[in-house]
């Protein structure tokens, strides 16, 4: 299948007006013009390799869309495939997580609840159109849901650990305030009753057992499994180094800059959120992925909480330093790609996955077809087939009554 007339984005170039052939689900060739027996025009739109979202947290909400409200899961996974189709991406990286129940929570990221979505999404994985992954997002803190860490481990049903810590008073919630503000928002509560709960949990922070030693047998499985371990939410150079010395390859929302700074000198991939790119500003009031990307530190984009923000972002951040599209697409596609160790997709060239996404700029960013390994997973019916194509059939349909 021929697919002519984009604007093709390559590793290090982009094709002003190319075609690609598809063969077998992968792409088999590459033209710097357009071809006559093409089977579907794009009109000058963009061609993209397909996105790989490492850290998506949205399918916990479209399971229990609200607190205590649960839909059926096979249904609330089958909706948020539909989404991430639409939205251009062809790998999805699901992060659930481990930290047990608890006053704001619910159950939603108890440690059961977890567990039945993962054995749901891997049942349901030949039927999903996206490739679905599974992210556990570990909390330090709650040491009991090792062991079950470890049994998915040896199952094979991980391929991304987050360490993550979110105390209040560090991390993602280094001011505490803003933090207590946001959950009685949130939770309909009163201000006195969300300072009790962030006291709690302040509290049991000092009441843990060993982490340390938890998070080595942890590390040392992941190693051993060819599992990647990140960190999440990196805000000193002594926590950077001390999750690097523990394996972690990957910085995760780091929240300073000298944090993805240190990141970087010690090899490690950052990665940041599509919606704080797109905004211009953390929500958290943390590090901007605008300032880290012109700093030159930001390796990747995740959906994060809105995978919508994708397409956007990347068209912005094009904008803001040296190599343009190219190098703001690779955030989405060759980057991640390479940190996790995906050696069959992320890019547009011969022999990889045909994992493509077609959009337009303008006159708002929209992605109008997504295609993974060939196959088109989505399509708003704004993908016209080649005019050549139109009168093959034609002609194949008019062959076809001459024989009547």
């Not at 905004?279 to 590090?287: D, H, K």
Request: hydrophobic fraction near 45%; charge should be negative.
């Amino acid at each position: 299948m021929w697919l002519s007339e984009f604007e093709i984005v390559l590793r290090d170039r982009v094709i002003a007006c190319g075609a690609l052939r598809i063969e077998n689900g992968r792409i088999a060739e590459i033209r710097d013009e357009p071809v006559e027996q093409a089977d579907i025009s794009g009109g000058g739109r963009l061609l993209l390799p397909g996105f790989i979202d490492m850290h998506g947290d949205m399918v916990e909400r479209e399971v229990e869309p609200r607190i205590g409200v649960h839909v059926p899961m096979r249904i609330g996974i089958a909706e948020l495939d539909k989404k991430l189709a639409s939205c251009g991406v062809t790998t999805a990286y699901a992060a659930l997580s481990f930290i047990g129940a608890s006053v704001t929570s619910g159950v939603l990221r108890s440690e059961d609840h977890t567990t039945t979505i993962i054995d749901t999404m891997t049942a349901m994985k030949g039927d999903l159109l996206v490739d679905h992954r599974i992210h556990a997002r570990f909390e330090v803190t709650f040491t009991p849901a090792v062991p079950m860490l470890q049994k998915l481990m040896d199952a094979g049903r991980l391929h991304l650990i987050s360490l993550m810590d979110h105390t209040p008073g560090q991390g993602q919630y280094r001011d505490v305030e803003l933090y207590i503000a946001r959950i009685a928002k949130e939770r309909g509560m009163s201000v006195a009753a969300a300072s009790e709960v962030v006291g709690k949990r302040m509290a049991g922070r000092e009441g843990q057992g060993d982490v340390l030693n938890a998070l080595q047998d942890l590390s040392a499985r992941a190693r051993a499994r060819g599992i990647v371990l990140a960190s999440h939410d990196d805000d000193t150079l002594e926590k950077v180094e001390l999750v690097h010395g523990l394996g972690a390859m990957l910085s995760e929302f780091p929240v300073t800059l000298e944090a993805a700074r240190e990141a970087r000198r010690l090899g490690m991939h950052t990665a940041m959120g599509a919606p704080n790119a797109l905004r211009g500003e953390s929500y958290s009031g943390n590090l901007s992925a605008r300032e880290a990307y012109e700093a030159g530190l930001l390796d990747m984009l995740a959906s994060d909480y809105h995978p919508a923000s994708i397409l956007p972002a990347i068209l912005g951040l094009a904008e803001l330093r040296d190599g343009g599209l190219v190098a703001a697409a690779a955030l989405t596609s060759a980057n991640p790609a390479a940190a996790l160790g995906l050696t069959d997709r992320g890019a547009i060239e011969p022999g990889l996955l045909a994992d493509l996404v077609v959009a337009d700029r303008q006159p708002v960013p929209r992605v109008r077809a997504t295609f993974r390994a060939g196959r088109m997973i989505y399509g708003d019916g704004t993908l016209a087939p080649a005019r050549n194509a139109q009168h093959s059939q034609v002609e194949r349909a008019t062959a076809g009554l001459e024989l009547l």
